[in-house]
């Protein structure tokens, strides 16, 4: 060192030289405690946080809800700030007003096509950021995710189709897929999962090819899918 001026010990126990003659900082390794204000001592321990388990509690209690959805025959309570906080589809649909949203005359929203489940799951996801999804309610999730325009929850769906399509479910996927509309996305990859592996279904899961016989444009659809 040549002239040293300021010293300090960094967070690692380093100690950090300015070497004012040669214009340069020099750093020794000397194994030193750091601060405690550097090394986090005396700091209270972080506390378990009980969100999730609060939003969940309140979205299932539906305690001093303020909105209601119709889904099939079952009533699914909510609360709009939280809903239109967190997607802007339900943001622009209170905006807009009940009767512009598909109000019943009872005041309820009611929401078509789709299960209890699945909304009750899309739901979740907004109260929690949880994105457990049931493989019974999973292609549905996709529909809802992008009805609802909630792109990151769809294109994780959509990737959990193409990672959890076997040849035990397939078939009956392709089927609830045609059947149910949505994204095109979801048909197009399990018809091509169902195209590629059709002879493993026929050793595997006879029984799911009887699905077809009720749809048979989809067996012409698999068969051209194959040809190509």
Same mark, same amino acid.
């Given at each position: 060192?040549?002239?040293?001026?300021?010293?300090?010990?960094?967070?690692? #126990?380093?100690?950090?030289?300015?070497?004012?003659?040669?214009?340069?900082?020099?750093?020794?390794?000397?194994?030193?405690?750091?601060?405690?204000?550097?090394?986090?001592? #005396?700091?209270?321990?972080?506390?378990?946080?009980?969100?999730? !388990?609060?939003?969940?509690?309140?979205? &299932?209690?539906?305690?001093?809800?303020?909105?209601?959805?119709?889904?099939?025959?079952? +009533?699914?309570?909510?609360? =709009?700030?939280?809903?239109?906080? +967190?997607?802007?589809?339900?943001?622009?649909?209170?905006?807009?007003?009940?009767?512009? !949203? #598909?109000?019943?005359?009872?005041?309820?929203?009611?929401?078509?096509?789709?299960?209890?489940?699945?909304?009750?799951?899309?739901? =979740?996801?907004?109260?929690?950021?949880? &994105?457990?999804?049931?493989?019974?309610?999973?292609?549905?999730?996709?529909?809802?995710?992008?009805?609802?325009?909630?792109?990151?929850? =769809?294109?994780?769906?959509?990737?959990?189709?193409?990672?959890?399509?076997?040849?035990?479910?397939?078939?009956?996927?392709?089927?609830?897929?045609?059947?149910?509309?949505?994204?095109?996305?979801?048909?197009?990859?399990?018809?091509?999962?169902?195209?590629?592996?059709?002879?493993?279904?026929?050793?595997?899961?006879?029984?799911?090819?009887?699905?077809?016989? #009720?749809?048979?444009?989809?067996? +012409?659809?698999?068969?051209?899918?194959?040809?190509?």
């Amino acid at each position: 060192f040549n002239e040293p001026g300021s010293v300090t010990v960094d967070a690692q #126990g380093g100690v950090i030289v300015v070497d004012a003659a040669n214009h340069c900082i020099r750093r020794v390794a000397a194994g030193l405690a750091p601060p405690p204000h550097l090394s986090g001592q #005396g700091r209270p321990p972080a506390f378990e946080s009980s969100f999730y !388990s609060d939003m969940y509690s309140g979205l &299932t209690s539906g305690n001093f809800h303020d909105v209601t959805f119709l889904v099939g025959d079952e +009533r699914v309570h909510a609360h =709009r700030f939280v809903l239109a906080s +967190r997607c802007e589809y339900f943001r622009n649909m209170f905006s807009a007003g009940f009767q512009e !949203s #598909g109000c019943t005359t009872g005041g309820e929203i009611r929401v078509r096509d789709t299960s209890a489940a699945a909304f009750k799951t899309l739901l =979740r996801h907004l109260y929690t950021d949880c &994105t457990e999804v049931e493989e019974e309610v999973l292609l549905e999730m996709v529909k809802l995710a992008d009805q609802y325009q909630m792109l990151n929850l =769809r294109d994780y769906c959509m990737r959990r189709v193409e990672v959890d399509v076997t040849s035990e479910n397939a078939v009956a996927w392709l089927v609830q897929a045609h059947t149910m509309g949505g994204p095109e996305m979801v048909k197009d990859s399990v018809l091509s999962y169902v195209a590629t592996h059709f002879k493993e279904i026929g050793r595997r899961a006879r029984e799911t090819l009887d699905l077809l016989e #009720g749809h048979p444009e989809l067996m +012409r659809e698999i068969l051209m899918k194959m040809a190509e």
